[in-house]
């Protein structure tokens, strides 16, 4: 497992000082597996409050980040830095 992933498994509720959720098992295991499926290195993983995670990538002509909930669900966001758009896709959970 990657380790800030193996760092995030210890962090308890309320981790932030504000009601931070603990970080879902169901976030890990969908960001490890995107890890091992792909050649893909973030360049920042985050914990999010809600218990899930951010994997952040800051590229020359875009930025991506992928938010991993934590209902298993994956959120993906480029930003073109040339043209100033930015796509967003959903991509459901598995059950």
């Given at each position: 497992?990657?380790?800030?992933?193996?760092?995030?498994?210890?962090?308890?509720?309320?981790?932030?000082?504000?009601?931070?959720?603990?970080?879902?098992?169901?976030?890990?295991?969908?960001?490890?597996?995107?890890?091992?499926?792909?050649?893909?290195?973030?360049?920042?993983?985050?914990?999010?409050?809600?218990?899930?995670?951010?994997?952040?990538?800051?590229?020359?002509?875009?930025?991506?980040?992928?938010?991993?909930?934590?209902?298993?669900?994956?959120?993906?966001?480029?930003?073109?830095?040339?043209?100033d758009e930015a796509?967003?896709?959903?991509?459901?959970?598995?059950?």
């Amino acid at each position: 497992m990657h380790p800030k992933l193996v760092e995030l498994t210890q962090l308890e509720r309320n981790w932030d000082g504000e009601g931070a959720e603990f970080i879902r098992f169901s976030a890990i295991a969908r960001a490890q597996a995107t890890l091992d499926a792909s050649d893909f290195v973030p360049d920042h993983i985050a914990p999010m409050s809600n218990g899930g995670l951010q994997f952040e990538y800051y590229g020359p002509h875009f930025d991506m980040e992928i938010e991993f909930t934590p209902d298993g669900e994956i959120a993906l966001l480029v930003c073109d830095k040339e043209c100033d758009e930015a796509v967003e896709i959903h991509i459901p959970g598995g059950k």
